[in-house]
């Protein structure tokens, strides 16, 4: 219904119970972070992100990394929420281009449109909703890369949002899609693989000590008519695969284990080993001579493959120079943002 001056009249926000909002879709002051940037900050200073948002990790180190200069042509690899990429094209100083890939078109154009709000246009900033696998079709007119940022972590506001079914603190369809248009979800996954897949990939995803009895009991649980559908029923499952720890121990055990458990589920449906393969292999032909690439992990696996990459490289001359030693944020940044911890930093120069 319209008003009589023809505007629409004012919404209510949605009301939750208790003094503060617990729900994700009821924290209105997170989710307008621009009004709200006094509470925001507070937020954050006490060590938690706040809903909808992404803090991003290791800036400094990146930039440093990076050296952008006026001019220079450079990609994202994952846009996520923008925070690197805004400060890269800080670092162009209104010359030169970034190229931002992002496989989530809910968050990537969210972020593309909060970038154009600040200035930033398509003669600066060109945004394409794909795999960074491709970086070989991501330039438009076969430009080489002088500087490449790749951080592989799962952006916050994906974690946050219990619809995505990335997190198990609450319960939402058990999805862990990047780009939730397309593809099987991780219960679609999950219910067609055998008890020794599930277990492979549990160990080689997650390094999960567990593996044998979390796949046991998610097979049993499926042979019996119940494959996990929820969240919060992949979370029961992996309780009831540790219930034979000793009690005192087992509810961090079952954190622990359900955290593997879905980053191995997430690696999984998204194919992100094999993205990162094609992405590492074809970065070279994808950098300028003298370029720099930044690559930020978050579990071992990855970062494995980037060291890997990269001393080869660097022994086959491809590169002129690469991290000898990983980067790890600093104690103050992760006091500050807990989602830092896991964080390794790598980089090359090719040659």
Known sequence: METGSG????????????????????KYKEHNPEKYSGDIEKIIESGKTPAGMHIPICVDEILEILDIKPGETGMDATLGYGGHTAKMLEKLGGSGHIYATDLDPIESAKTTERLRKKGYGEDLLTVRHMNFSEIDKVPLKGEKF????????????????????????????LDLRLDPTCGETAAQRLSKMERDEIEGMLEENADEPYAFEIANEIYSAGQNGRWPETTGQLRKIVSAALSFLPKKDREEAVKKSCQRTFQALRIDVNSEYESLYAFLEKLPCALARGGRVAILTFHSGEDRLVKAAFKQGLKDGVYSDAAREVIRPTPQECRKNPRARSAKLRWAVKA
Request: aromatic content about 12%.
């Open 7 to 26: 505007q629409q009249p004012h919404k209510r926000r949605k009301r939750y119970s208790g003094k503060y909002p617990r729900a994700f879709d009821e």
């Open 146 to 173: 002088d500087f490449v940022l790749a951080d592989l972590g799962v952006s916050s506001m994906q974690i946050d949002n219990p619809e995505r079914g990335f997190t198990f603190k609450h319960d939402g369809p």
